[in-house]
């Protein structure tokens, strides 16, 4: 007896069939792969908070500065006793970023977190910038600690996966967007000074232009305490 086989029609309606499944089924994998990978950075920004609260419970409650200068140590290096890797610092969305010859305080200056330098960390007395007492900030669940960043540059764009360490708040992330990085679904992974952290989406953390938006988020340079 003689087998039938396809024809070519036949086969091309399969082909046309995988094509469309395909088409469907691809953008699903990636938006979960992008899911999975935004929740590992999630899960960084937590640990590097609750690394940052060890730090205020080992320093008299003093939050963790944005960096020494003499030695000069961005923060990413003085809260290292607590985290105890760079891995933390690296968004699995970025990549890991080749660090290799470089001292800890170059490496500490490419963290894809960025500190929320003068809303969590210090703020302005008019003639100086004093580090801010942890324990007498005002809405702490409120207060953006770190918050997703990249450094861009006009030529390589996202060639290398280089982050910046510090916010000068509002100031930096409203108007100088370079510096920071809605890579997750639109928004950007958030650690609070309380040591929870979300998925904020991007207009409730800035609004180009308007340099007091959403204060309660960013914290007032001019307080010691707002």
């Known amino acids: 007896m003689r087998q039938s086989a396809f024809t070519l029609i036949e086969l091309l309606v ?14 699903v994998f990636s938006q979960a792969r992008e899911k999975a990978r935004q929740a590992q950075c999630l899960s960084n920004s937590r640990n590097l908070a609750m ?6 419970n080992d320093y008299d409650e003093m939050c963790v500065p944005a960096q020494w200068w003499n030695p000069f140590m961005p923060w990413p290096v003085l809260v290292r006793p607590y985290t105890r890797n760079w891995q933390i610092h690296w ?17 500490g200056l490419i963290s894809h977190h960025g500190i929320n330098a003068w809303g969590a960390s210090e703020y302005f007395t008019g003639t100086s910038w004093p580090i801010r007492h942890y324990g007498v900030q005002n809405r702490p669940s409120e207060r953006c600690w770190y918050m997703d960043t990249l450094y861009w540059d006009n030529e390589a764009g996202r060639s290398y996966a280089w982050g910046y360490f510090r916010f000068e708040n509002q100031y930096m992330a409203a108007d100088m967007q370079s510096f920071w990085d809605p890579r997750h679904q639109g928004g950007v992974n958030v650690a609070f000074l309380d040591g929870h952290s979300k998925h904020v989406k991007k207009d409730q953390v800035s609004q180009k232009g308007n340099f007091w938006f959403k204060p309660e988020f960013w914290g007032n340079v001019w307080s010691a305490t707002d």
């Open 91 to 107: 968004c699995p969305s970025l990549g890991n970023p080749d660090t290799s010859g470089w001292d800890d305080s170059t490496i």
């Open 14 to 27: 399969v082909i046309a069939i995988i094509a469309v499944l395909a088409a469907i089924l691809f953008p």
């Open 51 to 56: 690394a940052s609260i060890q730090y205020v």
